[in-house]
């Protein structure tokens, strides 16, 4: 029963399948490169790769059964709701394909690049994304537009998940935070991560949050809740957090993307793209935007 299985993809473009009982390997393949998603639904396997295609598997056959080129670099997330995948990438948009015809029926733009997706069912359907700046952004599924803009995260927004009116977000910055968006408000900052954020899940039910680091640890913490914690400010944030350098948070940054190319073997950092991270970030000067990303590009920071 591969409701039962647990599937896991790799930079080295390797994607596998785990009886979650036994821990037998029930299919392994490969897509051409990185698979740095996936998503599991309808009896089909869906991953994102970082040449930008959306590859799918049935994994009862173990076969392929296509690929579509969705966006110009990596995928960085995926996301399933109903009869629709909606993937994300480095390029700044958002797509929403019709799983039924595999064909593109909706388009979300006006963003950073975006690294994580989650939607919220409530009264007015939001599709939420997490950008490289820091911004979490709330599009209307009917209009596209966007409807919300919740800023906090002083780096990319890596990891995001949602349950009744709450949102929560997992940045590069090293911590987690709770929105209510009937507010637009950041209620809580969880603190303790050494390293970027992952990946969040929320069990509002057992009041419980776990979450994933690249400093090698899950977290399992109590559900911040505003009735049981009166008390606490509207906005707390946790105390002791070091301030942000901000040539060395630029710098990271551009470490960190400088490397990525599409399939055509285009970089996928470009000044245009820097330009428009930086100016994000509040930084206007526009002849120091260009002389620095000059110097990098050629020295590397």
């Given at each position: 029963?591969?409701?039962?299985a647990?599937y896991?993809?790799?930079?080295?473009?390797?994607?596998?399948?785990?009886?979650?009982?036994?821990?037998?390997?029930?299919?392994?393949?490969?897509?051409?490169?990185?698979?740095?998603c996936?998503?599991?639904?309808?009896?089909?396997?869906?991953?994102?790769?970082?040449d930008?295609?959306?590859?799918?598997?049935?994994?009862?056959?173990?076969?392929?059964?296509?690929?579509?080129?969705?966006?110009?670099?990596?995928?960085?997330?995926?996301?399933?709701?109903?009869?629709?995948?909606?993937?994300?990438?480095?390029?700044?948009?958002?797509?929403?394909?019709?799983l039924?015809?595999?064909?593109?029926?909706?388009?979300?733009?006006?963003?950073?690049?975006?690294?994580?997706?989650?939607?919220?069912?409530?009264?007015?359907?939001?599709?939420?994304?997490?950008?490289?700046?820091?911004?979490?952004?709330?599009?209307?599924?009917?209009?596209?537009?966007?409807?919300v803009?919740?800023?906090?995260?002083?780096?990319?927004?890596?990891?995001?998940?949602?349950w009744?009116?709450?949102?929560?977000?997992?940045?590069?910055?090293?911590?987690?935070?709770?929105?209510?968006?009937?507010?637009?408000?950041?209620?809580?900052?969880?603190?303790?991560?050494?390293?970027?954020?992952?990946?969040?899940?929320?069990?509002?039910?057992?009041?419980?949050?776990?979450?994933?680091?690249?400093?090698?640890?899950?977290?399992?913490?109590?559900l911040?809740?505003?009735?049981?914690?009166?008390?606490?400010?509207?906005?707390?944030?946790?105390?002791?957090?070091?301030?942000?350098?901000?040539?060395?948070?630029?710098?990271?940054?551009?470490?960190?993307?400088a490397?990525?190319?599409?399939?055509?073997?285009?970089?996928?950092?470009?000044?245009?793209?820097?330009?428009?991270?930086?100016?994000?970030?509040?930084?206007?000067?526009?002849?120091?935007?260009?002389?620095?990303?000059?110097?990098?590009?050629?020295?590397?920071?």
């Amino acid at each position: 029963d591969y409701r039962a299985a647990l599937y896991s993809g790799s930079g080295d473009g390797q994607v596998s399948a785990w009886d979650v009982d036994t821990g037998q390997e029930l299919m392994t393949t490969h897509h051409t490169r990185g698979a740095d998603c996936l998503v599991f639904g309808g009896g089909k396997l869906y991953g994102g790769g970082a040449d930008g295609r959306l590859f799918c598997y049935d994994p009862e056959k173990n076969r392929q059964l296509g690929q579509w080129t969705l966006h110009p670099g990596n995928i960085k997330d995926l996301l399933l709701s109903g009869h629709h995948l909606y993937s994300c990438s480095l390029d700044g948009v958002v797509k929403c394909i019709d799983l039924e015809t595999m064909q593109l029926s909706a388009l979300y733009e006006g963003m950073s690049s975006v690294r994580a997706l989650t939607i919220l069912n409530e009264e007015t359907p939001l599709l939420f994304a997490g950008g490289s700046n820091g911004n979490v952004y709330g599009y209307d599924l009917r209009s596209s537009r966007c409807q919300v803009t919740l800023t906090s995260h002083t780096d990319a927004v890596m990891s995001l998940c949602s349950w009744t009116t709450k949102v929560l977000s997992g940045g590069d910055d090293h911590v987690l935070k709770q929105w209510d968006i009937r507010y637009q408000k950041c209620e809580y900052t969880y603190v303790g991560h050494k390293d970027g954020v992952k990946k969040v899940f929320a069990f509002p039910d057992a009041n419980r949050l776990f979450s994933g680091s690249i400093d090698r640890t899950v977290r399992i913490w109590d559900l911040w809740d505003a009735t049981k914690h009166a008390n606490s400010d509207w906005s707390t944030n946790v105390a002791g957090t070091d301030e942000v350098d901000f040539l060395c948070l630029v710098k990271a940054a551009f470490r960190k993307y400088a490397r990525f190319t599409d399939a055509d073997g285009n970089k996928v950092l470009t000044l245009p793209l820097f330009k428009d991270c930086m100016i994000s970030l509040g930084f206007s000067n526009l002849n120091i935007i260009n002389s620095l990303f000059n110097l990098w590009d050629v020295r590397g920071p």
